[in-house]
């Protein structure tokens, strides 16, 4: 970075870059005792793909007992605060805010990327300001996009999130639906940049022993307890639920879990690693979304990589219905018909499954992604910058 002569500040090349997710450590040490949530996985995705091209790559994490700064296959890790360190009311800003920014310090990186919506949002973009850094912010949920809605539990933590959202160097949107709802609700124009997702291999058929599988955070907004309702009108099938509970919400993952130990055909596997999350993929027939709310499901892009077709209430940008990737449901009892018709039909469920993973590879592939980022800051403007009209990765040709 340099001032020109009209005291503008210019960006040179970006050599380093640094991923503001605070929980992100089990996901990158492999680590399956905590918490992994579609944020992380995408995360250190685009850690190990920006460090594959050559740049230096830190996070800023929860400190969990490792060293204050470790490096994990070339990332280095930077501990910014224990998550139940501190008093009550004044730990908001010491150690929490105070933490973040030492470890943004540390990390010293041209660029810092924060995602999900909360209050360091806002926090990353005053240090960005602060510092003359670029800063990107990936919305994580449609939610996110309009005020009110976003599932941020303090007004403060609201309020700073937005004024993050408002001073970010680039806006990240993960549908063309997300980049319409900033526009209209905050007048915020950004970017739609695909997701990251790693390569794999479908599996055989008979090695698909699982018909249904469901994976995700058990908390309300995903509706676990329709999947339940579904394996009570489908007998016949086999259903495997798997995924971790929120600190808060501990009781309402006991009661799921005892509810599904109750049904024959329902397998509870609690928190699963990301290694078996795609182990577990490689096994199902169908992967089934019930939530009421969503941004673009990592979910989907590791079934698709696999070939398993998705059956979804929520269809990202439309590309269930239009490109055939499997089947949008509107009620229960539509999802129950739809993933009937899949299972008594495996030839139709397979093209599905084999034209979302030629989808996926094409346009999903982590170092494609990571380099559209670099594309993007390098073009951006420290304040009101404009996305071009289009920002999807074209489909890789042979």
Not at 179 to 188: A, K, P, S
Not at 297 to 305: I, V
Request: with cysteine; hydrophobic share 45%; net charge positive.
């Amino acid at each position: 970075m340099r001032r020109s002569g009209r005291g503008h500040v210019e960006y040179t090349m970006t050599k380093k870059i640094c991923i503001l997710g605070l929980e992100d450590y089990p996901m990158l040490a492999g680590d399956g005792s905590g918490h992994i949530g579609g944020e992380s996985v995408q995360h250190v995705l685009l850690a190990r793909a920006w460090r594959d091209m050559g740049l230096e790559v830190s996070m800023v994490l929860h400190d969990l007992g490792q060293p204050r700064e470790t490096v994990i296959d070339g990332i280095r890790g930077i501990a910014a605060f224990a998550p139940r360190a501190g008093v009550r009311i004044v730990r908001f800003v010491h150690p929490r805010i105070t933490g973040v920014l030492r470890a943004m310090r540390t990390a010293d990186a041209d660029v810092y990327y924060q995602s999900p919506a909360g209050a360091y949002t806002g926090v990353a973009a005053w240090f960005a300001r602060r510092h003359r850094k670029r800063l990107v912010v990936r919305i994580a949920s449609d939610l996110n996009c309009v005020p009110g809605q976003q599932l941020i539990r303090y007004r403060r933590d609201r309020k700073l999130y937005e004024y993050g959202l408002r001073n970010a160097t680039l806006v990240a949107a993960q549908t063309e639906r997300q980049r319409t709802l900033l526009r209209e609700h905050y007048g915020i124009e950004s970017a739609v940049i695909n997701m990251a997702v790693e390569r794999a291999e479908p599996t055989a058929p008979a090695a698909r022993d699982i018909d249904v599988v469901w994976l995700g955070n058990l908390r309300p907004v995903k509706r676990p307890e329709l999947l339940l309702e579904l394996a009570r009108r489908l007998p016949h099938r086999s259903f495997v639920m798997a995924g971790g509970s929120l600190p808060r919400l501990r009781g309402y993952f006991d009661e799921l879990s005892r509810a599904a130990a109750r049904m024959a055909n329902v397998r509870f596997l609690g928190p699963v690693t990301y290694a078996d999350t795609g182990a577990l993929f490689g096994r199902a027939r169908l992967h089934v979304n019930t939530s009421s709310a969503e941004g673009f499901p990592n979910t989907f892009l590791q079934a698709w990589a696999r070939a398993v077709p998705v059956v979804s209430f929520f269809d990202p940008d439309l590309l269930i219905e239009r490109r055939g990737f499997g089947l949008r449901a509107t009620d229960v009892d539509d999802m129950a018909a739809a993933i009937e018709a899949l299972l008594v039909d495996p030839g139709r469920a397979a093209a599905l499954g084999a034209a979302a993973r030629a989808y996926v590879l094409a346009e999903f592939a982590p170092r494609q992604v990571a380099q559209r980022y670099l594309d993007l800051l390098h073009a951006a403007q420290p304040r009101g910058w404009t996305a071009p009209a289009t920002t999807r990765i074209p489909v890789a040709k042979s």
